[in-house]
């Protein structure tokens, strides 16, 4: 069977850095499932932990998780007044983005801000696999031709497009579930933006982005839908983004709708039944460097 035949899949778990159980359960769902790759926050509350566990766990691919909203930024305020007022990005995607198509961002301070966060990580010692960003705000095509340009400079292979294929057959599969049907909308309405990512992405020589998958059903993933999605598969690469992590104190704190959500992905993603669908569909896990993954167990013994 030629490479470009077989099914590969990368299980992508976001947030990597943000909440110590987070970190716990990206781990776990890696060392006892079938989660390959987690996305970094450069300037989140537990990177310095995240990136101990990464240097520590060479099977997980890991890559940088571009910040521009929720969150402040790696270089000092003062560097960057319009990106982050008051010491910090603005709250919300939506803030984001009509700050920037009414000009009050600089997006030179943009490129700085996310070279920095990008540097802040390889100077870490983490050889990154990918790009991608909190809340999908680089699928904005001005800032995606800031993030495919950092990715060709620093020679990072992959950068997320996050907008799912046959966007308007995701929203009649979703049709009677308001959640992700509500969702599947959402990624319809960044279909024209995708379209000019991948060019973005081919006029600088980046690699053309793997299927994506998982926007629609954020926060609402079942075992059975997780194993009828691998049964599904399409030949080529397909990259399935997760959201795996422990609901704790910490995240409480945290502004983000997904918290016992979080727990329910790491208990799917290390189910043996998820597992044996994997083997059963001739799957192959993998990371966004290509490097494949075999998972040793699918045990629910926890790292924490």
């Given at each position: 069977?030629?490479?470009?035949?077989?099914?590969?899949?990368?299980?992508?778990?976001?947030?990597?850095?943000?909440?110590?159980?987070?970190?716990?359960?990206?781990?776990?769902?890696?060392?006892?499932?079938?989660?390959?790759?987690?996305?970094?926050?450069?300037?989140?509350?537990?990177?310095?932990?995240?990136?101990?566990?990464?240097?520590?766990?060479?099977?997980?691919?890991?890559?940088?998780?571009?910040?521009?909203?929720?969150?402040?930024?790696?270089?000092?305020?003062?560097?960057?007044?319009?990106?982050?007022?008051?010491?910090?990005?603005?709250?919300?995607?939506?803030?984001?983005?009509?700050?920037?198509?009414?000009?009050?961002?600089?997006?030179?301070?943009?490129?700085?801000?996310?070279?920095?966060?990008?540097?802040?990580?390889?100077?870490?010692?983490?050889?990154?696999?990918?790009?991608?960003?909190?809340?999908?705000?680089?699928?904005?095509?001005?800032?995606?031709?800031?993030?495919?340009?950092?990715?060709?400079?620093?020679?990072?292979?992959?950068?997320?497009?996050?907008?799912?294929?046959?966007?308007?057959?995701?929203?009649?599969?979703?049709?009677?579930?308001?959640?992700?049907?509500?969702?599947?909308?959402?990624?319809?309405a960044l279909a024209p933006w995708a379209s000019r990512d991948r060019?973005?992405?081919?006029?600088?020589?980046?690699?053309?982005?793997?299927?994506?998958?998982?926007?629609?059903?954020?926060?609402?993933?079942?075992?059975?839908?997780?194993?009828?999605?691998?049964?599904?598969?399409?030949?080529?690469?397909?990259?399935?983004?997760?959201?795996p992590g422990y609901a704790d104190e910490a995240l409480d704190r945290?502004?983000?709708?997904?918290?016992?959500?979080?727990?329910?992905?790491?208990?799917?993603?290390?189910?043996?039944?998820?597992?044996?669908?994997?083997?059963?569909?001739?799957?192959?896990?993998?990371?966004?460097?290509?490097?494949?993954?075999?998972?040793?167990?699918?045990?629910?013994?926890?790292?924490?």
């Amino acid at each position: 069977m030629s490479a470009d035949a077989r099914r590969q899949l990368v299980v992508n778990g976001d947030d990597f850095g943000l909440t110590p159980g987070v970190n716990a359960g990206i781990l776990d769902a890696h060392r006892h499932g079938i989660l390959t790759s987690a996305s970094l926050f450069a300037n989140a509350p537990e990177t310095e932990r995240a990136i101990t566990i990464a240097r520590r766990t060479p099977t997980l691919g890991v890559g940088c998780h571009l910040a521009l909203v929720d969150g402040v930024p790696v270089l000092p305020p003062w560097q960057v007044p319009t990106l982050a007022p008051g010491g910090r990005f603005r709250r919300t995607w939506r803030s984001f983005i009509a700050a920037a198509v009414t000009r009050r961002i600089d997006f030179n301070e943009v490129e700085r801000e996310l070279d920095a966060q990008i540097d802040r990580l390889r100077s870490a010692g983490v050889a990154l696999t990918h790009l991608d960003a909190h809340k999908h705000v680089h699928a904005y095509p001005p800032v995606f031709e800031i993030v495919a340009k950092l990715a060709h400079r620093a020679g990072i292979p992959r950068v997320r497009v996050p907008c799912e294929r046959s966007p308007i057959a995701s929203v009649a599969r979703h049709a009677t579930a308001s959640g992700a049907r509500r969702q599947a909308m959402e990624n319809l309405a960044l279909a024209p933006w995708a379209s000019r990512d991948r060019r973005i992405l081919a006029h600088h020589g980046l690699d053309a982005p793997p299927l994506f998958l998982g926007r629609a059903l954020t926060g609402y993933f079942t075992r059975a839908g997780l194993v009828a999605l691998i049964r599904r598969l399409p030949a080529g690469i397909t990259e399935l983004m997760m959201h795996p992590g422990y609901a704790d104190e910490a995240l409480d704190r945290v502004p983000t709708r997904l918290r016992r959500q979080r727990d329910n992905e790491v208990a799917i993603l290390t189910h043996p039944e998820v597992r044996d669908a994997v083997a059963r569909a001739e799957v192959i896990l993998t990371r966004h460097d290509a490097r494949p993954f075999r998972p040793e167990s699918c045990t629910h013994a926890s790292t924490r």
